[in-house]
């Protein structure tokens, strides 16, 4: 398996630009997530899906859009990408939320690196 | 609402040096889980350990081990005799839903140097 995958790995994009950073997960998990990583800061989770269809807000969803059309897929869309958006971006993907597996592991991606000038 | 704390910024060692890294946690949950992530240079993050909060057992994998103290609401993490690879940011996070991990609520980290 190639577990979490994100493309691309490094973006430069003036304000007002839009762009969408692809994730994909080939181990068939439910959950997946999207966080962002600001310097010195720990990850902040953006938005979130628990299965294709359904996706829903995080701590910190402003100015950025989401969809699951797939189990595999989880794109993050910046339709007008502005400096406060200037991060590291995570996908992450875990397979279920049944109580018996509770505080299931997030399994993450490489990242990508974003910055808005 | 829940809290991680990771005090310590950064961290250097000499290899072969034990280290410990802290992690401080608040929440009002008597049910909730911890982890901790390596974050190395390439940037990924690594899972390491997740424990429940009903099992107060220390865990040792290798070089690695974790004391998780309810009392003290930490769980820390500690590295013997380090090496050079393990130069990272080290990343503690608290969950507690009883659901999925929407609620993560991660540590600003520590970065550990080890120095040869």
């Known amino acids: 398996n190639a577990g979490v995958t994100q493309t691309p790995k490094f973006r430069i994009l003036k304000i007002g630009q839009s762009m969408t950073l692809q994730c994909t997960q080939d181990m068939n998990h439910n959950y997946m997530y999207w966080y962002r990583q600001d310097p010195g800061m720990g990850l902040k989770l953006i938005y979130y899906?628990?299965?294709?269809?359904?996706?829903d807000k995080g701590e910190v969803p402003n100015g950025y859009n989401v969809s699951r059309s797939t189990t595999e897929d989880f794109p993050l869309r910046l339709e007008l990408a502005a400096p406060s958006q200037t991060s590291v971006y995570f996908c992450a993907s875990s397979y279920s939320g049944r109580r018996e597996t509770v505080g299931e592991t997030q399994y993450f991606g490489p990242g990508t690196r974003l910055l808005v000038l | 609402a829940q809290k991680v704390t990771q005090a310590q910024t950064e961290i250097s060692v000499v290899e072969k040096e034990d280290v410990t890294l802290d992690c401080v946690y608040e929440?009002?949950?008597?049910?909730?889980?911890l982890f901790w992530y390596k974050q190395p240079p390439s940037g990924e993050l690594v899972f390491l350990i997740r424990?429940?909060?009903?099992?107060?057992q220390n865990e040792i994998s290798g070089r690695y081990s974790w004391n998780f103290q309810k009392s003290t609401s930490s769980f820390n993490f500690t590295i013997t005799a380090s090496q050079v690879v393990d130069s990272a940011v080290y990343f503690c996070a608290l969950s507690e839903s009883l659901v999925n991990n929407n609620d993560m609520r991660f540590g600003a980290g520590t970065r550990l140097t080890v120095k040869p």
């Open positions: 929440t009002r949950d008597t049910t909730y889980y």
């Open positions: 899906s628990v299965g294709a269809g359904i996706t």
């Open positions: 424990r429940n909060s009903f099992d107060e």
